[in-house]
């Protein structure tokens, strides 16, 4: 029978709960057992996809197609696994499924009510995403007392109560601020937060504590007495030189004996050395690279959340520091690309949406182009290296992509009106279908062209599978005059649609439709990204 173990945030946001929640879940798995971990966020969105990156930070897409919380990047990158649809749910999706319900007369003429019609929902939800597992770890987003987490709580609540004794496990992660002036670290904001937790019906069977510094004995003891937990049960969280570290933090303060102990999950002994050694590669790497990351969501970096953190495996795995050096296309459109170049050892250009600084982007491809620099490409990042290659080498001065000018007379990046999703069903897009879920999204595959670049990237696999987040393709009327002047189609999709572009005369140029990233674990690198750090090793 499955154990829940629930994960709740109090005092602000940004504590790190989504670090915590994989944490835990990355020494659980590591001890041999069957581990789940499901996101609930509180919103009202159906899901993230419309939401702006600068709003919400990245959305993560799962390998079934689901457009999810950046959260999920971190349990799949944590615990090394494939997560789907059912790992995250919102409030938009709860009511939305309600209310189709009750259209269609399934409550049988009752009064539809938070409780118990969507509690009973949130708690059905739960179910299914731990079913068959051994532990699912759910955290729920936002923190204790805000209207829209109440439900959610409510669920969680009748859950601890019905599931009965040593089944569920709850955890608060809170605030314990070090006030300067004073000289003090403060523990009222977790006795506050706890008190809410209270007063809605969950006692917190943990405290997680996000700190600067470390927290003393007495502190500890402190926090223990005024949340009537034992002193075990007091987690330091303190900030860490890199988030993978956090579960070896947490390892070393035992933080598996109270859990254990209460769920009946025996002796967990976590098989940590690989890990232990990876982040001490992190750390202190023997080498270092310094990429241009060109991008436009630069306000918020949270936005290429899973890029900067696959950056962080691939070069962990060839013991190597990657510099970011940010550089807004938007800026290159206003002061020239060549002194945001200086000192760079790759070039790489990460998706986006919209007009916005595509110019500044073109600039960086040709730059990277011409002077031979390694360069990654990644879904707009290969369309416009397309657009570039067309407009500077094959004179195609006015090539575009529909998507910035729909009328235009040489659309080498289109709209595909047709295509089969990750389901098998066909889709029909235009210019006018809403925007909630109606691109090519999840895992496709795509066959390598053999002998080339990708080819060698990908260990000399025919066909590989990855992760796609986009609207608009390739446009292949422009593929025989491409691989004439030297830009060549290294993959493609079982319906022939361009998924990977390489330049034959260039020592590293690749781009691709799909998200590399995505797929990318702490203990397997993305094959992809890794060759592209390795050539930018060498390049430097």
């Not at 859950?159 to 009222?188: D, F, M, S």
């Not at 962990?316 to 690309?337: C, P, Y």
């Not at 990708?454 to 992760?467: F, G, K, S, T």
Request: hydrophobic share 35%.
């Amino acid at each position: 029978m499955t154990k829940y173990i629930f994960v709740t945030g109090g005092v602000l946001s940004s504590l790190g709960k989504g670090i915590s929640s994989a944490s835990i879940g990355a020494l659980l798995k590591n001890s041999g057992l069957d581990v789940s971990i499901l996101k609930i966020d509180p919103y009202i969105n159906v899901d993230p996809g419309t939401m702006s990156p600068l709003e919400h930070g990245e959305v993560f897409v799962t390998a079934d197609g689901a457009e999810t919380d950046l959260d999920l990047g971190h349990y799949e990158r944590f615990l090394d696994v494939k997560l789907s649809r059912l790992n995250n749910f919102t409030t938009g999706q709860v009511y939305l499924s309600v209310i189709q319900r009750e259209r269609k007369g399934d409550y049988l003429g009752k009064t539809i009510q938070v409780v118990p019609h969507i509690v009973e929902e949130i708690k059905n939800r739960i179910k299914k995403a731990g079913k068959g597992k051994d532990v699912l770890i759910v955290e729920l987003g936002g923190t204790v007392g805000d209207i829209e987490g109440l439900p959610f709580l409510e669920a969680i609540r009748e859950l601890t109560h019905e599931l009965g004794e040593h089944k569920a496990y709850n955890i608060h992660v809170t605030l314990v601020p070090y006030i300067a002036a004073a000289g003090e670290l403060k523990t009222k904001p977790t006795q506050h937060s706890v008190q809410e937790l209270r007063r809605i019906g969950i006692s917190p069977d943990m405290i997680i504590a996000r700190c600067e510094r470390p927290l003393p004995k007495d502190v500890k003891s402190k926090i223990a007495r005024s949340c009537g937990i034992p002193e075990e049960s007091v987690i330091e969280a303190k900030d860490a030189e890199t988030i993978y570290k956090v579960p070896l933090n947490f390892l070393r303060q035992n933080i598996l004996k109270p859990i254990s102990k209460q769920l009946r999950l025996g002796e967990l002994e976590p098989k940590m050395d690989e890990w232990d050694m990876i982040v001490k590669k992190i750390i202190a790497p023997k080498d270092e690279v310094t990429i241009a990351f060109v991008g436009k969501y630069l306000g918020l970096k949270e936005s290429y959340k899973s890029l900067t953190e696959a950056l962080v495996h691939s070069g962990a795995a060839l013991d190597t520091r990657v510099n970011i050096k940010w550089v807004d296309s938007e800026l290159v459109e206003a002061e020239g690309i060549e002194e945001f170049m200086k000192d760079v050892n790759g070039v790489l250009v990460a998706g986006g949406f919209g007009e916005r600084g595509v110019l500044g982007k073109i600039e960086a491809i040709r730059y990277a182009r011409e002077n031979k620099i390694p360069y990654l490409g990644i879904c707009l990042g290969m369309q416009l290296s397309i657009i570039e290659y067309a407009r500077n080498v094959l004179g195609i001065t006015d090539a575009n992509s529909m998507e910035f000018d729909p009328d235009t007379k040489h659309p080498v990046i289109y709209l595909i009106d047709e295509f089969i999703d990750t389901s098998g069903q066909k889709q029909i897009r235009t210019h006018t279908s809403p925007m909630g879920g109606t691109m090519r999204l999840g895992e496709y595959p795509c066959k390598i062209k053999e002998g080339t670049k990708l080819w060698e990237a990908y260990n000399h696999q025919d066909v590989i599978y990855e992760r796609h987040r986009h609207r608009y393709e390739a446009n292949p009327a422009y593929r025989k005059m491409l691989e004439e002047n030297g830009m060549i189609v290294s993959g493609e999709s079982e319906e022939g649609l361009i998924e990977a572009v390489e330049i034959q005369e260039h020592p590293w140029f690749i781009g691709v439709q799909f998200h590399p990233e995505f797929t990318s674990h702490l203990q397997k690198p993305n094959p992809l990204i890794t060759a592209f750090i390795k050539s930018s090793l060498d390049y430097k």
